[in-house]
Every structure is written in C-alpha cells, then in structure tokens.
C-alpha cells in the first residue's frame, strides 16, 4: 500500500486546527443545540444543478499535457472533456490556474484576473467554459482569498512603504519588545531591529502551517507580516473593506465569463484576532519540529460569516445558481451548519463536509462511523445540502488512507458507493475513479512540494497524491510526449489507467460510471431521501433512498475482509415493497438477489438494487 506519512502529518495539522476551533466556539458563540432540529424550508430549489452534481477536482498541473512541456495545461484539460462527461460528471473544479510563482503550486496568486502561460491564456480558459457546456460540464474556479503572491503586484506595494495606499491591504505590525511579558523563546528566534534601533519579536507565538513562524520581517517598512501558509503568501487584510472590493471584483471578472462558482481556498483563515493574542500551547511538536499549537486565534472567527453573507448576495446577483463550495474542515456538524447560515440558508450552499470522508488517525472502513456522520449531516443542517468528499491534492488518496493493502480496488468501489450513492452532492479527485494510488516520493532531492523539503522525512510532502494522470500504458501514461514530467508517472499507470480500465467491466473506472449514471437517471438515487437500515450492525453500512413513490432504492456494503449475512427491514421506512432487483454489484452472486432477507456479502462487496 502506497502511503505518505507526508500527507498524514498535513492531516494532522488540520485535525489540531479543527481543536482550536472548538474553543473558539466556546469562547465567542454557543453552538446550536440542533440535534433533532426540524428541516428549514430550503430556499434553493429542489431540482438546483449543485444539489445533483459530482463534482471532479482537476490537478491542471496534472491531468493532461497539451504542449509537451511536461506540464498539464488547460487545452489538456478541454481535449479530455468527452472523458469528463463520459464519466457521468457534470461540473469540474479547477486547482488555481492563475498567473504564480508556483511556489505553492498556484495557492500563491499573482494576478487573479488572468491565466498563467504556463496553463494556457484567457482565450483558452474561456474556450474549456464554453467547450464544457457543450459536454453539459461546468467549471468552478479556485479562488485563494486569505492570500495573494508576495509577488503580486497589491503585496509589492503595501511592502514598498509604511505610507503606500495599499500598505494596510496586509497584516503587518511592528513587533513587541524582545523583553515584553510573556516572549516565549519561539518568538525571540525571530528577533529583528526597528527604526529607533530597539530589538523587537513577532507579537505572538502563532504559526505558519507550513512551518515557523507567521511573522516574515520586511526592512523597507521595519514591520512584520503576517502569512498563515508560506512566506510567500502574505495575508490579505479583510478587515479593511477595500480589499473585499477588489476580491469581489476578481471573482466578477470570471462570473462575467461564465463559470458556474469557485471553491473558496482556506476560506476558515480570513481574519485573524485583533488582540493578537498567542495561540494556546500544546504538548508536543509537529512535522516541522514547531511548537503544537491550538489554533484559536487565527481560524474560523466569527467575522468571517459577515464577508460570506455579502458574497453569496454578489454571487445570488448572477443568473445561473452560481455555487459557492467551502474548503472547510471542521470539527463537528454544529460548525459545519454556521457555514451554510444555518436556518438562514445565506452563506455557503456546499460547505465541504470532511467529517464523513476523513476519519483522521481513525481512517478506517467503520460503518457506526460512516453512518453516524452521514445521518447527522442530514438531519442537523436545516435540509442544506451535505457534500461529500474523500480525495483532494493535499492529502493521502483515500484508497490508501481507508485501504487495507490487500483489498483496496474493492474498498475504492465502497467509497465510491457512499460518495455516489448518498444523498449529498459529491466531490472526487482526478484518478479516485481508476483506484490511482498515492505515490510519495522516496528521495527528498525528488521532492517538489516546499513542505516536503523542510519537513523530510517526517513530512513528505504532496506529491504523492498529485502524480500525473494515468491514461494509458504507453509513454508517460498518455500524460504528456514530453519524458520528462513535472513529477514522475507511477509504477502504477500499467494496469491503472483510463484505456485499460474502460475495457474490463469489474473495473474500478465502469463502477465510477455506473453509479454516476444510475444517480443521475434512477429517481430514488437522484432525488430520495436516505435512511439508514439495519442500523446497529457493526458490519454493513445499509440505506434506503427513496422519493416516497415510485421504486426505492437499497444500498448495503460490506466493511470488512469477511462474508456477511445481512437482512434489511424496510418497515417504519415508508417503503412498500419486498421484491429486489439489483441495479449494480461488483461481486456476480448478488446479481440474482430477489429478496431482502439473508442477502450474503462477499467482503468489501457493495451492492444496489431496486425495491418493488
Ligand atoms: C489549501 C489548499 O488546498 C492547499 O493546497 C494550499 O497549500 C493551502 N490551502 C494554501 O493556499
């Protein structure tokens, strides 16, 4: 099994992150008591495009080169549209594609208002929106707004001088004296000279995610500034109102060229506390040898909802459901509400659920697990729609974190079932449906990713889950003419890739289609509601979907490395019927199943079949 302690300690990272917010929570608001809290009227309309979508996450660097720089671009990307659509997908999110100094691959915009050479031009931007409708694909933007590029042009000029008009447009302080109570000696390691030629050190102990200190001196302006990820990615100031403008503006110029909504990067960092208080203290250090930190202070502030209030009205004031989806990662389904205006429904319509997809140091096929978090998130988020997600380029591919070495094409398909079969939207990453692998790098002179570098060997970094996408067997897995890539091609792409995978009808690739067609056209799967079945078996995660008329769906899967019997009871369901016939199942005895009772599983088997 391919894995990447890498990944796992950025992981880990997030999980003290989601800690800190739990305190924040108790210090500055209560959490609504919403267990059992009756379903608002939604103010979408049912049949809303992002209610049904799947949404496929697209890696430009990686999905296709057009040009044989070794690079993926964004002609790539339009050329493989038709396997987009064929894969039952309806909307792509593109990681950003914007002009960058690549530092963090993109997450370090320099300009926002146009397309780095090196994916392509505006003119092919707007020809993959346009060329995508056609394939009845959307495409969402990614839009980084906690940050910019410290080359960007805003960031040059607040550096340039205490007095630039677009100083304040950053968080910048001038530092505390070295002798100031409570210096820890974390901060005096990043002591500094100011103008009156006094020793002075960041005002707190918070720090970068990416390692060290938060706190990046500047000598033109004796100040430091303040960057949640990399010293090349400064902190926008959102308290000052300008700089909502001119990010409001940016994401106008592409709602003006037509694309269907961004995912917003990081969205939880926006603003920081004004105090400046430093974070609590953990035990412990991360991969980065810093400091463990609870980090509330710097993520999820209250402020943060007011900013997204005012974008979902700019973005409402656009024709076509425009969708705002969150990268948030939060502790609990309370939290989780807030992101979508709870009862009020204004705020973000697909905050990104990590709860279900994401079980932490507990990544594992539990089924008390899944259907906990999949039950509450429909039940405790006044009828908002829950998104599903198990993969993205920051972390260990979900086959390998929910894998067992032994069984993980089988597992991918049960993951699969879940993401494609519940009622949620759902969100996957460019290869999750071929059952691509993670592949760390073994050498640290191979590493690309910063965090990698610094955090060798105990952070590898995200290579892994960013290696080029395997279509074929041939020359650089059908990715690019150019041998040399800008990671390597897996060992992998030999039996896993797209050409290989359309022709065997048990792959892991023709599941992926199925069940994204069957959601599409089947009315239960599309539309119906989920309720969990024989709910206390330890074994088998079992629902139903069904729309209340018309033909029901089942859906059951097993868990683990053993055969299970299982009996499903659709009393108290509202579900008449006790005739089955199976829809989908990747294991050829339960295509005769015709009755509910003593149904047995092969292990890892999922299975979908029609009530009548
Ligand atoms: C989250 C993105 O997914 C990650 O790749 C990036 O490094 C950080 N935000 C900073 O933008």
């Known amino acids: 099994m391919a894995s990447s302690s890498f990944s796992r300690a950025v992981f880990q990272r997030i999980q003290s992150c989601i800690l800190g917010i739990g305190s924040l ?18 103010t979408s309309p049912a049949n809303v495009w992002w209610k049904h979508a799947v949404v496929y996450e697209i890696y430009p660097r990686s999905f296709q080169d057009s040009n044989g720089d070794g690079v993926g671009d964004l002609n790539g990307i339009t050329s493989r549209l038709s396997y987009i659509e064929s894969m039952g997908i309806d909307t792509i999110w593109i990681a950003p594609m914007y002009p960058s100094p690549q530092i963090d691959f993109g997450y370090d915009i320099s300009d926002y208002v146009s397309v780095d050479p090196q994916y392509g031009t505006l003119a092919d931007m707007e020809r993959l929106i346009t060329e995508g409708k056609k394939h009845n694909v959307r495409v969402v933007l990614d839009m980084v707004l906690n940050h910019t590029s410290d080359k960007h042009q805003w960031f040059i000029d607040s550096a340039s001088s205490r ?6 447009w950053y968080v910048w302080n001038d530092g505390i004296p070295i002798d100031s109570a409570g210096v820890n000696d974390y901060q005096k390691k990043y002591v500094q000279t100011n103008l009156e030629g006094k020793h002075v050190v960041p005002p707190n102990n918070w720090e970068s995610l990416f390692g060290g200190s938060a706190w990046e001196w500047v000598p033109a302006v004796h100040q430091y500034y303040y960057h949640k990820f990399y010293k090349q990615q400064p902190d926008l100031n959102w308290s000052n109102p300008t700089v909502e403008k001119a990010a409001f503006d940016a994401m106008r110029f592409w709602l003006d060229r037509g694309v269907a909504g961004f995912r917003l990067d990081a969205i939880p960092t926006l603003f920081e506390d004004p105090q400046m208080r430093s974070e609590p203290v953990l035990a412990g250090t991360n991969a980065q040898g810093d400091p463990n930190l609870q980090e509330i202070y710097t993520q999820n502030l209250p402020e943060v909802h007011n900013v997204i209030r005012r974008m979902r009205v700019m973005v409402n004031g656009y024709a076509g459901d425009r969708v705002l989806i969150g990268e948030t990662y939060l502790p609990n389904t309370a939290e989780l509400n807030k992101w979508y205006g709870g009862e009020a429904h204004d705020e973000l319509q697909l905050p990104m659920d990590f709860l279900v997809g994401f079980h932490g140091d507990h990544d594992k096929l539990n089924a008390a697990n899944f259907r906990a978090r999949i039950d509450e998130v429909q039940t405790q988020v006044y009828g908002s729609q829950p998104l599903f997600v198990f993969d993205n380029h920051d972390n260990v591919r979900a086959i390998d974190r ?6 993980n094409d089988l597992i991918n398909k049960v993951l699969n079932t879940v993401l494609l079969t519940s009622k949620a939207t759902a969100l996957t990453y460019y290869g999750a449906e071929l059952g691509m692998p993670t592949t760390t790098p073994t050498r640290k002179e191979d590493v690309k990713d910063p965090i990698g570098i610094t955090g060798w060997p105990k952070e590898k970094g995200r290579d892994g889950e960013r290696t080029p996408m395997q279509w074929t067997a041939g020359p650089q897995a059908g990715f690019s003419t150019n041998p040399k890539t800008w990671l390597p ?3 992998s792409y030999k039996t896993n890739n797209v050409a290989v995978e359309t022709k065997d009808p048990n792959s892991e690739l023709n599941w992926f289609k199925q069940l994204a067609m069957l959601r599409r056209t089947n009315p239960a799967l599309h539309d119906g509601k989920q309720t969990m079945l024989d709910a206390s078996n330890p074994d088998v995660l079992s629902y139903a979907r069904s729309t209340g008329s018309g033909p029901a769906v089942v859906v059951a899967m097993n868990f683990t490395a053993e055969p299970k019997t299982i009996s499903l009871d659709l009393s108290g369901t509202g579900i008449t019927g006790s005739t089955v016939k199976t829809l989908a199942a990747d294991d050829a005895s339960l295509k005769s199943v015709h009755s509910l009772k003593n149904i047995t599983l092969p292990p890892y088997t999922s299975w979908v079949a029609s009530v009548q």
């Open 25 to 42: 929570v108790l210090a500055f608001a209560a959490v609504p008591a919403l267990s059992g809290a009756p379903a608002a009227a939604q």
């Open 402 to 407: 929910y894998g067992d070495g032994t069984h």
């Open 489 to 491: 091609i897996p060992p």
């Open 163 to 168: 007095t630039s008009p677009k100083h304040d």
